[in-house]
């Protein structure tokens, strides 16, 4: 018999409306809803009053609901309105941050629309995130997408290699767990004791966060503890875990799925390919 497990999770997704990026709110939906999990309840957080376009979301959804017997699955919409900037949206979803710390539920993830997340990607912080803790370290990400010219798999965001030797990092299980040049990914996923960090901390709050590290707005409200309470000789807390032949271990690394960094010749991401991205 099939047993779910007993994680439960929140999940905040951004969704600036495009119908056109309804199939990347459907593969990031869908990836998440398939987790053996006891429950998960979507929160979209769109620029978009118009029901037709809640519709096409509920539409989208309704083949999820009821993945797995025993399993719950939710799905809430909340429209956001008077954007003095339309990148302020990705910080709409803060106040549920602090709904689910002391809560039921046992993991809260963040997403823009475009990232599939899979199952064995949450197995992967589960597991690290318990032999990172005593480091002060946490498991970190890389977002990765497929050329359509050489079908090789490129970084989205390392603009060139990362060198393992001249900094600290961790071995465990075979691995090495390092940070990146470039910490960003795009999406976050918290337990309890890092929601509880998290909501009274600077990085928290859309101007504060800019004493945090100064990215971008968007950026920043996907940035969550990167760069707070980081164990010294490290410079972030997220690491990501390299193998012996140095490659980014592959469950660590998260589609980001229009491509389209990699296949835009004018961007300066995506351009650097994953097979190259650790050096000596």
């Known amino acids: 018999m099939f047993e779910l497990s007993e994680n439960r999770i929140l999940v905040a997704i951004t969704f600036h409306y495009r119908q056109s990026r309804l199939q990347y709110l459907y593969q990031t939906m869908r990836a998440i809803a398939h987790y ?12 978009s009053a118009d029901g037709a376009h809640h ?18 699955r939710s799905l809430s919409i909340h429209t956001v309105h008077d954007l003095s900037n339309p990148q302020h949206l990705t910080w709409s979803h803060k106040p549920l941050v602090r709904e689910f710390v002391g809560s039921a539920y ?3 993830i963040y997403t823009e629309d475009d990232h599939e997340i899979t ?6 912080f589960l597991k690290y995130r318990e032999e990172l803790k005593p480091h002060g370290l946490y498991p970190g990400f890389q977002r990765i997408e497929l050329s359509y010219q050489d079908s090789a798999i490129y970084s989205t965001d390392q603009f060139g290699r990362s060198k393992m030797a001249p900094r600290a990092k961790i071995e465990h299980e075979g691995f090495v767990f390092m940070t990146m040049d470039n910490p960003y990914y795009g999406f976050f996923i918290l337990d309890q004791d890092l929601a509880l960090e998290y909501v009274n901390n600077r990085a928290f709050d859309i101007e504060t966060s800019k004493e945090s590290f100064p990215w971008e707005v968007s950026e920043r409200s996907a940035m969550a503890l990167t760069f707070e309470n980081v164990p ?20 660590a ?21 994953m097979a190259h991205v650790i050096a000596e």
Do not use: Q
């Open 36 to 47: 053996p999990v006891r429950s998960v309840d979507f929160h979209i957080f769109t620029n």
């Open 55 to 72: 519709h096409e979301i509920h539409g989208i959804f309704s083949e999820m609901s009821e993945t797995f017997h025993g399993a719950d």
């Open 106 to 108: 046992t993991h809260f």
């Open 119 to 124: 199952y064995g990607n949450f197995l992967y």
């Open 232 to 251: 010294a000789g490290f410079w972030v807390r997220p690491v990501v875990p390299v193998t012996k032949a140095y490659r980014i271990a592959s469950m």
């Open 253 to 273: 690394c998260v589609r980001h799925l229009p491509n389209n960094y990699t296949n835009n010749p004018d961007s300066l991401l995506g351009k650097m390919p």
